[in-house]
């Protein structure tokens, strides 16, 4: 059993839990759940962003192949456009987290709504529920003009 804090408040939560719908939503285990998953997520993208430093610090290409030097560049920019989605998605989880303190994770940003545990465990840095968010993006889709 991992002991765990919050609000004030020594949490035990079992090392096989998994919240269900059965349970009051957002209790403070199912809380203290998401947040450590949360926090995971989060040191796992930077860890791999660690890695990722270290290798494009290695210095320049000096391949003397045009075609060995052209495939280099592509994976180092591929490499940086995926640290950069991955930056972008440490901004997400910093702000779920941020909404796990305030009191308002799990809920709907639209509607106040419950998210729902199934749509967290699938993406837990989800402002919305699946509802609005399709309604969010047929908006898009109508003043994108698709």
Same mark, same amino acid.
């Given at each position: 059993? =991992?002991q765990?804090k919050?609000?004030?408040v020594m949490?035990?939560i079992?090392p $096989?839990? *998994?919240?269900s719908? %059965?349970e009051?939503f957002?209790?403070p285990?199912q !809380?203290e759940y998401? @947040?450590?998953k949360l926090? /995971?997520?989060?040191s =796992?993208?930077?860890?791999?962003? $660690?890695?990722?430093? !270290?290798?494009?610090?290695?210095?320049?290409? !000096?391949?003397s192949?045009?075609t060995?030097?052209?495939?280099?560049? +592509?994976?180092r +920019?591929?490499?940086l456009?995926?640290? $950069?989605r +991955?930056r972008?998605?440490?901004?997400k989880?910093d702000q779920?987290?941020?909404r796990?303190?305030?009191?308002?994770?799990?809920?709907?940003?639209?509607?106040d709504?419950p998210?729902g !545990?199934k @749509?967290l =465990? %699938? @993406?837990p840095? +989800?402002t919305?529920?699946?509802? %609005? /968010?399709?309604r969010h993006e @047929?908006?898009? *889709?109508?003043y *994108?003009?698709?």
């Open positions: 059993m =991992e765990l919050l609000n004030y949490i035990s079992p $096989d839990y *998994r919240p719908e %059965a009051t957002m209790n285990i !809380v998401f @947040r450590n926090l /995971q997520w989060r =796992e993208l930077l860890r791999e962003s $660690d890695g990722t430093l !270290v290798s494009l610090s290695e210095g320049g290409i !000096v391949e192949d045009i060995d030097r052209a495939s280099i560049e +592509a994976d +920019a591929l490499e456009r995926t640290r $950069d +991955a972008k998605l440490v901004i989880i779920a987290l941020s796990i303190e305030l009191g308002t994770y799990g809920y709907c940003e639209v509607t709504e998210i !545990v @749509r =465990e %699938a @993406r840095i +989800a919305m529920s699946i509802e %609005a /968010q399709e @047929r908006m898009e *889709r109508v *994108r003009g698709d």
